[in-house]
């Protein structure tokens, strides 16, 4: 069993940034693939990054340049950093680890882009 805590959410303006974190239960942080998801109110939950662990990271086309994923293995934790925040990112914010043998789910962390 993983479990996944998101912090860092909140009220930003267009144009700002935020750092989301996400802390990781467990021994074996080092090997899952790690990602973040968002869904906005009547929408469909979407991949927003992904990091292997070896550290590749994938991005959707709608983030590409403006986000950045990144994970601390020591610390068990991943993170994803946004900046050039737009209305249309607004949404909840869930952290996903995949192990070898399924995916967890956190939480999620609430982020709203308005001025």
């Known amino acids: 069993q993983v479990q996944l805590v998101e912090s860092g959410g909140g009220l930003v303006q267009p144009g700002g940034s935020l750092r989301l974190s996400c802390a990781a239960s467990g021994s074996s942080f080092s090997f899952y693939v790690m990602a973040w998801f968002r869904q906005a109110p009547g929408k469909q939950r979407d991949v927003v990054a992904a990091?292997?662990?070896?550290?590749?990271?994938n991005y959707a086309d709608s983030v590409k340049g403006r986000f950045t994923i990144s994970r601390d293995n020591a610390k068990n934790t991943v993170y994803l950093q946004m900046n050039s925040l737009k209305p249309e990112d607004t949404a909840v914010y869930y952290c996903?680890?995949?192990?070898?043998?399924?995916?967890?789910w956190g939480q999620g962390t609430q982020v709203t882009v308005s001025s």
């Open positions: 990091i292997t662990s070896s550290g590749n990271a």
């Open positions: 996903r680890a995949t192990t070898t043998t399924q995916g967890y």
